[in-house]
């Protein structure tokens, strides 16, 4: 069941509102007995979760205990209520976001949740996913991971060097020892055979250092790959390949800052599947993987040194375009979506055809914002509007939006 409409409102047990609702039902519009059912249903199930003994108070009838159990069960009622509402699913993150909302514990994402039912009227799991992405990359941003990574990349390098001066002092130190034991005068056989038999110790020696050495090397350079690798993990969207938000975030603020020196446009195009949740709940996450590895590689061939491609969470894929206006991207993003509806896509397990695929699109030219972050904002809202009024389409965001 799915709300739209702003604001959206919480009937709590008692009457109060937290929020307000308006659903959009089959038929008259009325919510029917067998919504009303499953609400409570999820309600209760996960008031049982946490329900000490069942929900039984102990003997004797313990009001500070009894007290305390019913303010969690209320909870966990709104917390229920909200998922309901919202058309979340019954995910731990989904859960965790409901009751840092609910009970304001973290502000940051009350606030976030508060702005986005005033803006969108609704929560969806693709945008609380990016959220809390958010929020645990909050202390970790792309200019940090850079940073940090290239001090260990500089220290790395060093301890090469250092190896390889190490390497080439112990071979001319062995060198040296063994000219001079060669170098002795031939009566002194007594010392001859002392400094013989030291060099020869000294020798090999060095000999062991310098194979220690070599597999020191071979270790450093090990760890460079695996900090290239990891690199690439931390940018990169383990399904599709593509970059992720925080890789296309740092390119967002380079390209801004240089097409505003350049005085080249620049657009960015947010793209989210249309009816996803349905793939998934019909055919399987493994099917909707493949769904969103086909949309990937579709945008992916449209993509050049001037157009970059990420994937920015859930089902939603968002586009850099360098020297191209609103108008033009328009254009391709929207040759794009004409191929992906014409699709007939079939499940590989069971051979039954998937419902048409399509994607909305939300479209913004970033340099008429003062912060790149606000044309993502305004893309966004664009994207809102495709969706409100029918999807499968492309619209371009106006100060009318």
Same mark, same amino acid.
């Given at each position: ?8 409102? &919480? ?10 609702? !308006? ?13 009303? +059912? *499953?609400? *409570? =249903? ?12 069942? $929900? ?5 009838? +313990? ?20 998922? /309901?509402?919202? +058309? ?26 508060? #702005?986005?039912? !005033? ?17 645990? @990359? ?8 850079? =940073? ?19 390497? =080439? ?18 009566? =002194? ?14 020798? !090999?020696?060095? !000999? ?39 890789? /296309? *975030?740092?390119?967002?603020?380079? *390209? ?15 793209? @989210? ?40 969470? $859930? ?12 108008? #033009? ?8 979506? &004409? ?8 499940? %590989? ?6 419902? %048409? ?7 913004? +030219? ?10 993502? %904002? ?9 969706? %409100? ?13």
């Amino acid at each position: 069941m799915r709300y739209e409409g702003v604001p959206i409102r &919480i009937m709590e047990k008692a009457g109060k509102m937290v929020g307000t609702v !308006r659903p959009r039902c089959a038929g008259n519009g009325r919510r029917t007995e067998r919504d009303m +059912d *499953e609400q *409570e =249903s999820i309600t209760k199930r996960i008031a049982r979760w946490v329900r000490p003994g069942n $929900g039984a108070v102990p003997p004797g009838g +313990d009001r500070p205990f009894a007290r305390l159990s019913e303010q969690r069960r209320h909870l966990y009622d709104e917390i229920g209520a909200f998922l /309901f509402a919202h +058309d979340l699913e019954l995910t731990p993150l989904n859960f965790s976001l409901a009751s840092d909302y609910l009970t304001g514990n973290n502000h940051h994402i009350a606030n976030a949740i508060a #702005a986005r039912i !005033r803006s969108h009227g609704t929560v969806t799991d693709s945008w609380a996913e990016a959220l809390v992405a958010e929020q645990q @990359d909050a202390g970790l941003t792309a200019d940090t991971l850079d =940073s940090m990574i290239e001090r260990v990349e500089a220290n790395l390098i060093e301890v090469a060097s250092v190896i390889d001066r190490s390497q =080439s002092s112990t071979r001319d130190y062995g060198k040296a020892l063994q000219g001079a034991a060669e170098a002795l005068p031939g009566d =002194s056989a007594d010392g001859f055979a002392r400094l013989l038999s030291l060099t020869e110790a000294m020798i !090999r020696e060095t !000999r062991d250092v310098e194979q220690e050495l070599r597999r020191q090397q071979r270790q450093v350079r090990m760890l460079e790959r695996n900090l290239a690798a990891a690199r690439h993990a931390a940018e990169h969207d383990h399904l599709t390949g593509l970059p992720n938000r925080r890789a /296309f *975030e740092a390119r967002l603020a380079e *390209e801004a800052a240089a097409a505003a020196r350049d005085g080249e446009p620049l657009t960015v195009a947010f793209c @989210d599947v249309d009816h996803f949740k349905e793939v998934n709940d019909q055919h399987g996450h493994e099917t909707g993987d493949r769904v969103l590895k086909l949309i990937a590689e579709l945008l992916s061939e449209i993509s050049d040194e001037r157009c970059h491609v990420a994937r920015h969470g $859930g089902e939603e894929f968002v586009m850099l375009f360098r020297g191209r206006d609103a108008q #033009a991207v328009h254009d391709v993003v929207d040759d794009t979506r &004409i191929a992906l509806a014409q699709r007939n896509l079939v499940n %590989k397990m069971t051979r039954k055809p998937l419902p %048409k695929v399509t994607f909305s699109a939300g479209i913004a +030219d970033v340099l008429v914002h003062d912060d790149p972050r606000g044309a993502l %904002k305004a893309a966004d809202q664009a994207l809102y509007l495709a969706k %409100k009024f029918g999807r499968n389409q492309v619209r371009i965001a106006t100060e009318g939006d």
